[in-house]
């Protein structure tokens, strides 16, 4: 069982660039993914929301996807405590940023019709927003454990090796 650190506050049926976001299907270690509709082309996505900020654990998605400097600004004079605590969350969200920059990266590069499409993806003040395929009968380790017949669950390493 996966514990959000992080769980963003969505209104059902609210919209942001285009994205009517429906209903939460989960919440990952450092997301929530959301089922939404584009309102231009009537398919159903699944959303990644990413917070950008660690500082707080929900954060309230905005409705404006903008960029706002003058919230970059608040946020560098309220942390004003520990150049050392500062420093280390400057680098945790660097490497954040990172991370999300690669996988971008990544899912943008690969077509295969075994793996659910990358649409796009978009920010607002608060949030990123990953816009993957929706794929409607849960995930591959919901699938693995609920069809398996290893007694603890899962597959064999054999199995594994053979698939991948």
């Known amino acids: 069982m996966v514990v959000s650190l992080y769980s963003v506050v969505m209104n059902p049926n609210q919209v942001i660039n285009d994205i009517k976001f429906l209903k939460k299907l989960g919440d990952g270690a450092f997301s929530s993914v959301w089922l939404a509709e584009h309102l231009i082309t009537k ?3 699944a959303v ?3 917070p950008k ?3 707080d654990t929900t954060k309230t998605a905005d409705t404006n996807a903008t960029t706002n400097v003058s919230n970059e600004n608040q ?3 309220q942390n004003q405590g520990n150049p050392q605590e500062t420093i280390s969350a400057a680098h945790k969200n660097a490497k ?3 991370n999300l920059s690669t ?3 990544i899912l943008s590069k690969i077509d295969h019709p ?3 499409s990358f649409f796009g993806h978009f920010e607002d003040d608060n949030n990123f927003y990953v816009c993957m395929e929706n794929v409607p009968n849960g995930t591959l380790l919901n699938y693995i ?3 398996s017949t290893e007694p603890e669950g899962g597959l064999k390493e054999t199995v594994c090796r053979r698939l991948f």
Do not use: P, R
Request: with cysteine; hydrophobic share 30%; proline share 0%.
């Open 96 to 98: 954040a940023s990172c």
């Open 75 to 77: 946020s560098n004079t």
């Open 145 to 147: 454990n609920d069809n």
């Open 48 to 50: 990644k929301i990413i």
């Open 114 to 116: 075994l793996v659910c």
């Open 53 to 55: 900020s660690n500082d």
């Open 43 to 45: 398919k159903n996505l």
């Open 103 to 105: 996988e971008l990266q």
